[in-house]
């Protein structure tokens, strides 16, 4: 199954800092290659300020973040979940943007198309407890204990809904994929068919080092 096929009627958002042109040159070149029509989301900067108290209508709880930044990277991803929830489209794949596809990333996306999920993660981390519970073509299925990472997602409108009903915002994206609250079915493929060199989280730590000449 090509591309165009595998992606239709799904839309594909790629967060990104509004002036990171290296990085938006260079993942409109990953996802050319591999077919993927797609729109930026200005990332929420949290480098050179404090963020509000209050976003998207919820509380923000900074004791569950080690910093701005990833309090920037979930405020990120809640602006795209609700994007989603305010759509037509019952499913979005959502990429940060560093995140690098491997050539066999349709036929991925493709094969996910038949699994029952309501978040499906093609990149992630060795943390997290799960079991293989099925395979599509080269891949595993994987549940369990969600891995770390936010790179590259599948999402249904409802579990968007579900993210943008919460009162708050007190964890990063990725842990709070494992959120009791909010009752989600998460399932890893592997081999992760995108890899990530840094996450946005870094990606907006590192502008802020070099911003402020402040390395540690």
């Given at each position: 199954?090509?591309?165009?096929?595998?992606?239709?009627?799904?839309?594909?958002?790629?967060?990104?800092?509004?002036?990171?042109?290296?990085?938006?040159?260079?993942?409109?070149?990953?996802?050319?290659?591999?077919?993927?029509?797609?729109?930026?989301?200005?990332?929420?900067?949290?480098?050179?300020?404090?963020?509000?108290?209050?976003?998207?209508?919820?509380?923000?709880?900074?004791?569950?973040?080690?910093?701005?930044?990833?309090?920037?990277?979930?405020?990120?991803?809640?602006?795209?979940?609700?994007?989603?929830?305010?759509?037509?489209s019952e499913l979005a794949l959502i990429f940060e943007d560093d995140a690098g596809p491997s050539p066999d990333f349709p036929e991925a996306l493709a094969l996910a198309k038949?699994?029952?999920?309501?978040?499906?993660?093609?990149?992630?981390?060795?943390?997290?407890?799960?079991?293989?519970?099925?395979?599509?073509?080269k891949f595993a299925v994987m549940a369990g204990t969600p891995s770390l990472g936010s790179a590259a997602y599948l999402i249904h409108r409802s579990a968007a809904t579900r993210f943008c009903t919460l009162p708050v915002v007190d964890k990063p994206i990725d842990v709070a994929f494992g959120d009791l609250r909010l009752q989600l079915r998460v399932l890893d493929l592997e081999p992760y068919p995108v890899k990530q060199v840094y996450g946005l989280r870094a990606a907006i730590k590192m502008d802020l080092a070099r911003i402020t000449g402040n390395t540690r």
């Open positions: 199954m090509g591309t165009r096929s595998a992606i239709a009627g799904i839309p594909v958002y790629v967060i990104s800092l509004k002036n990171s042109e290296t990085r938006r040159r260079n993942m409109t070149e990953r996802l050319g290659a591999v077919g993927i029509p797609f729109q930026f989301v200005d990332a929420i900067d949290g480098r050179t300020q404090r963020l509000p108290d209050v976003f998207d209508g919820s509380r923000v709880v900074r004791d569950g973040f080690q910093s701005e930044a990833e309090i920037a990277c979930a405020m990120s991803h809640r602006l795209v979940h609700r994007l989603i929830m305010d759509g037509d038949r699994l029952r999920f309501d978040i499906l993660k093609f990149e992630g981390g060795a943390w997290g407890r799960r079991a293989r519970i099925g395979t599509i073509g």
